[in-house]
Every structure is written in C-alpha cells, then in structure tokens.
C-alpha cells in the first residue's frame, strides 16, 4: 500500500492543547491511544468508509464510530432525514411522532421487544435496564460476565473475582463497594460456573446481563450451550435475561444477535446503530416488564432530550435502510474477506493469530490460543498488537485502537478496501517478524 499517514503534526498540536482543557485530551478513554502509545490522528471528515484527518491523511476506517455506520459516514438517506427534522426544531421537552414510528420499527424487528422506551446513551439503556428488572423482580441481585462491558454504571464497573462465585469490586475509583455489592461476575462462556451460581443465588438474582457477542474484550462468541441453559437458567429462577444488544443490535442481524442464534432475551438494550450516529439509546422487552416504567409503573426514569426529532430521524432512516436494502449478505461475504486477508498475511509472515469474526465484527488477537473468555483474550501480545496497529495506521488503515476492541465492517466498504488493507496488514505482520 503505496502510502505513508504517519506524518500528523496537526493532530500532535491539537491533541497537546486538547490536553490542556480535557481530561486526557479525550472525551473517551478509548480515543486516547492509551493502550498503544502515540497521538491519536483527529478526524476532520467521513465519507463512505473513509477518514479524513486534519493532517489530510485519509484511512480505510474500520471503526466507523465503534459501531453506529453500518452503511458508512455521510450516507445521503440518513443526512436527508436529519436535515428534514431540523427543519422543525432540535427539542421540544413534548412528545412527536417521530418517538412512536422509530418504536414501531424497533418492536416490528426486535424479537424481544414488546415495548421500547428512548433514551440518550447505551449506557441510560443498561443502566434503566437494571433498575426495571430489579423493580419488576423485588429481587437486588444480578450477574454480568467478566470482560462484558455495559457503559459506566456504578452497579456494572465490576471486575472479575478470584472464583466464579467471587462478588466483584468496584474497577474503578469513585465507585463505592456499596454500588456492587449485588454484583455477582462469572466467566463467560462457562456454563458449569453459570449453574453452580444459580443454585446458590437463584432465588435472590433480579437479572443477568450479557453481550450476546462480546466486543468489549475484543469479539468473542458465545457457545450454544452457554446461551441455552443461561435461557434456561434465568426461566425457571424467574431471572431478567438482559442481551446489551448496543454494539451488535441491527449489526448482525436486523433483529440482532438475539435473531442470529435463536435465543430469546426479556430485555434489550440498543443503541450504536439506533442512532445512526447520533446520541441515542433504548431499552425494551416485555410488555409485563416495561408496564413497570413510570409514568406507566412505578420504576421512574426519565431524560429531557430522550426521544428528541433529529436522533429519532437519523434512527428511522437507518433502519428503514436496513429493511429495504438487507445489507448482511454483503457484510458476511466482506468479513470473510477480511478474515481470510488477515489469517493469510499473519501466516506468511510467521506470526501466530487468533481470529474471532461474527459477521461484520472481527478481532486479531495475537495469541495462538483460541480466545473463548477474559482469561484467554488476556494472554494476548498486547506489545505486539500496539505495534502492528501503527503499522496499519501508518499505511492508511484505521483499527481500533485496543486489543480488546472488536474492529467493524461497513456495507459500503469496497472489495478494493479489503484487498488494500490485506496487503497493509501483511507488511506490517512482516515488520513484527523482523523485530
């Protein structure tokens, strides 16, 4: 790949004075470059499935807002929408009918979800997902899985404990005990672990939240047999199974990961795709479960901008796309792709790979390990990744910038993308093998 984006004296100016006024110079922690060193290029402009940065080096992006452009940067139906609806105002703290048509086209794809309310961030989704199944249940306790992350709630920045039935503490500072004391973490993927914490704690657990496919430790999949008996599990004990459906809700499926493997959820959360890039969360499920929420029920949650008519139409706009123009096919046969590119390169250059892939998300971890949990993504070459990172990102390839972040395929990524970045991958896999 004939081209050299390392030169970003622009970003290196801006990210010093960002610095200055911004704690870190992000307004995210995974923006930061903190697990691979260097200044983070600041973008200037999207299109299709490309970055621009303030330097003018443009990237094959597989980012793509870590998640929400399944059909890439600027598309022309999604603008059209958002320009139509700020025509008529930004907010009105009322209600529009731009609300109920995003729900009717959330509850017509959603196989779980009977009803929906809006919300800003999937991290009020998660969050107010919680709270409603613990009102609904009477009960305090829930489960989370090690490595799934579920936005920055108090109750859900947990780390894993020493054993399976270890209650978790809190993984970041600002967090009292208190706030996690009903949090119980358990390995994903181990069925054994999920039944012996049942049979302790069954009766006293209000819900179990998972990633369907986890990108939060980098992609990883869960086995049939762990999502059936959870199913099963949370059934007979009267549990709230929750899928945070935010990264891979409308991504792998038009009904999500819940559609993809047949495994049913009392809750979702959404978010990522909703929105279409602009700031928007839900949360939905039964319609037993949501009559709780107030003004309906007693379990209170509220947001001034919830619902607002520019996040609503972005939403609609997507996913009236997705309906009338499927885009999976197209994502599964350039994941593939993608996959094979990078199994290819890694091979040829001598250097030993995992590679977890779900459709449109896909992750390298730099392990010859097979990565199933937290446990085995965390043997992965962090060193190694971190520098055939910036051998991508130097030949105009944008990953993201963790090991333990799942990269994303958009449906107008071109088959010229994936060759191109096949070939910046295997120079760079060759630098690592020359070090």
Known sequence: MSVDTSVRAESERLFRRAAELIPGGVNSPARAFGAVGGTPPFMRRGDAAYLTDVDGNRFIDYIGSWGPHLFGHRHPA?????????????????????????????VSMVPSIEMVRMVNSGTEATMSAIRVARGFTGRSGIIKFAGCYHGHVDSLLVAAGSGALTLGCPSSPGVPAGATADTLVLPYNDTEQLRQAFAVNGDQLAAVIIEPVVGNMGCVIPTSEFLGELRRLCHHHGTVLIF????????????????????????????????????????????DIMKCVSPAG???????????????AAGRAMLELIRSSSPYARLEQLGSALESQFRGAAGRA?????????????????????VTDLASASRSDTARFAAWFHGLLNRGVYLPCSQFEAMFISAVHTDEDIVATGVAAEAAFRELAAA
């Open 350 to 370: 001598g250097i030993p790979v995992s590679i977890n892939r779900v459709g449109s998300m896909l992750t390298v971890f730099m392990t010859d390990q097979p």
């Open 78 to 106: 999604i603008l059209q929408s958002i320009e139509g609806a700020l025509e008529i105002g930004t907010s009105f703290g009322a209600p529009t009918a731009a609300e109920g048509a995003l729900a009717e086209l959330v």
């Open 244 to 287: 945070d459906e935010v990264m891979t809700g409308f991504r792998l499926a038009a009904g999500g990961a819940q559609e993809l493997f047949g495994v049913t959820p009392d809750m979702t959360t959404l978010g990522k795709i909703l929105g279409a890039g602009m700031p928007v969360g839900a949360y939905g499920g039964r319609a």
């Open 298 to 312: 007693r379990v209170y949650q509220a947001g001034t901008l919830s619902g607002n008519p520019v996040a609503m």
